[in-house]
């Protein structure tokens, strides 16, 4: 992995390596899925600006998006930019990682934040996923009902979350040993307040802030005794608006409060 030093993200050394060789085959299909032609697509950077042709390039570009949120809060806040690299995983592809899921390697599951190696890994097959709507009757919450996953901004939101964990490494939390649940919260709740900015900036289309209340009650869950839980989908629904209607992340520290 290249060094955290410049630019402010970087991408995982490898993934361009991997880019480079067979770029038109992996993305080929999420190119196809992400070729923004309906009104409903987050307008990434400034209206009229170039849009993501594929699944890596939207990643990157939401990514930027919640850089450029955090960066001006934490600026606002007198602390030090925030820093993270990301790995957009291609389908049928592992990336090394320092967190162990018991082969190291992030596959065509992953969407998590590492803290071990401050990097954000989404594979685009699942985000393509998310997108399309694949993966609807797979997640805890929307299995059972509650929510779905469905268009850009379902992605947009998981980009925020994971982005958020790394917010909350920047701000020591993950140091205070507290339940899953509190980190998964807040983590939803600064996915809500980047949603409000983007709204305030007049660059969410019709339908998108209900993709991303679908797609927090549809990763919600409802293994309310395991120490790995997230919450429940109404738990998750209602940190995302909380944050949206706030507008504020120092909103969001109430989720630690347990
Ligand atoms: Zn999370």
């Not at 850089?67 to 001006?72: E, F, I």
């Not at 299995?143 to 996953?149: D, L, V």
Request: glycine share 10%.
């Amino acid at each position: 992995m290249r060094s955290l030093i410049r630019p402010r993200i970087v991408v995982v050394a490898g993934m361009l390596l991997l880019a480079a060789v067979g770029a038109s085959q992996l993305f080929g299909s999420a190119r196809a899925d992400v070729k923004p032609t309906a009104a409903r697509n987050l307008v990434l950077g400034s209206q009229g600006s170039a849009q993501p042709q594929n699944m890596e390039q939207f990643l990157t570009g939401v990514t930027q998006d919640v850089d450029a949120y955090w960066m001006k809060v934490f600026k606002e806040s007198g602390l030090p930019e925030p820093r993270v690299s990301y790995a957009w995983i291609p389908e049928g592809q592992t990336a090394a990682s320092a967190c162990d899921d018991g082969s190291g390697a992030m596959g065509d599951s992953a969407a998590a934040y590492c803290p071990g190696d401050d990097t954000i890994y989404i594979s685009e097959k699942f985000a393509t996923d998310i997108y399309n709507g694949t993966l609807d009757s797979a997640l805890p919450g929307s299995s059972q009902g509650y929510g779905r996953t469905y268009g850009d901004f379902a992605v947009a939101y998981i980009v925020a979350h994971e982005y958020g964990h790394q917010i909350q490494k920047e701000l020591g939390v993950f140091d205070q040993g507290l339940p899953t649940m509190a980190f998964e919260l807040q983590a939803d709740c600064y996915a809500g307040s980047w949603a409000k900015s983007a709204y305030d900036d007049d660059r969410l289309e019709d339908g998108d802030i209900q993709e991303a209340l679908d797609a927090a009650l549809a990763v919600g869950d409802f293994d309310t005794s395991a120490p790995g839980h997230h919450g429940t989908p109404e738990q998750r629904e209602e940190a995302w608006t909380a944050g949206f209607e706030a507008g504020d992340p120092s909103a969001c520290s109430s989720y630690l409060d347990v």
